[in-house]
C-alpha cells in the first residue's frame, strides 16, 4: 500500500507538497473530530450532531488524502466514515481509536 | 490541444490538487467554483470544455447542479464528470444514471487526472 506522495516530476511534486503544507491544519483539525466523536462512543454519550460531523469529516478524508498519496489512510478514513454513517456504529471503541492513531500517525509521517 | 475546464467543488483542498494537476500535467487552464450556483454562473460565462463536478455539497449538491446545468440552454452541451468519494455501488449507479459522461473516484491521482479524463472525453 502506497503510503508516500506520488512520485512525478519535481514541479508537481513540490507543487503538491507545498498545498500538503497548507492544509495540514485542515486535515488534522478533520481528524479531531473524528477523535471527539470516537471519545464519546466510547463513553456511550455520542451525540447525533458529533456522530454527523464524524461522519462528515471522514468522508472528506478519505477523498483528499490519496490524492496526496496516502492511501492507506484513505482506506481508514472510509471505515470511519461507513461507521459514522450509522445511526449507531458498531465498531468496537478500541478498534476506531486504532484507526484513528494510525491515520494521525500517516498524516504525521508525510514528508 | 489546450482545454479550458471547470472545476466545482467545496472543499478547498481538492480544488487546488485538481486544478493544480489540470494545469501542470496536461497544461489545461482551469476556473474554479466553490459551489453549485457560482459553478452554474462560471460555466455559463466561461464556456469550458468539461466540468469536473463534486457530488457532495452543501446548498446545492453536484446532482443538482448537473440538472440546472442541463436545464440551460447555455450549459446543457458541456460534459460534465462527477468526482464522488462514495465507493459504493449502489451510489455509483445512482450518479451514473444521472447522465454524465463518467463518475470519477476520490482519491483521484493528481499525475494521471488528465489522461483519464482525455480518455472518457474522446480527447487522447
Known sequence: MATNPPSSTPSIADALNRLWIRFLPEIEDRIAIIDTAAKALANGVLTNEEREAAHSAAHKLSGTLGTFGLNHGTELARKAELEFEKQSPSVAPAELTTWISELSLLVRNRQ | MSRRILIIDDEDDIRQVAALSLETVAGWDVIV???????????????????????????????????????????AKIPVL???????????????????????????????????????????
Open chain 2, 33 to 75: 467554483a466553490s459551489s453549485g450556483a457560482q459553478g452554474l454562473l462560471r460555466a455559463a460565462e466561461h464556456q469550458p470544455d468539461a466540468i469536473l463536478l463534486d457530488v457532495m455539497m452543501p446548498g446545492m449538491d453536484g446532482p443538482t447542479t448537473f440538472r440546472e446545468l442541463r436545464k440551460n440552454p447555455a450549459t
Open chain 2, 82 to 124: 462527477l468526482l464522488t468519494a462514495k465507493v459504493q455501488g449502489p451510489d455509483q449507479r445512482r450518479f451514473a444514471d444521472l447522465g454524465v459522461e463518467a463518475v470519477l473516484l476520490k482519491p483521484f491521482d493528481p499525475l494521471t487526472l488528465s489522461a483519464q479524463m482525455e480518455k472518457i472525453l474522446g480527447w487522447a
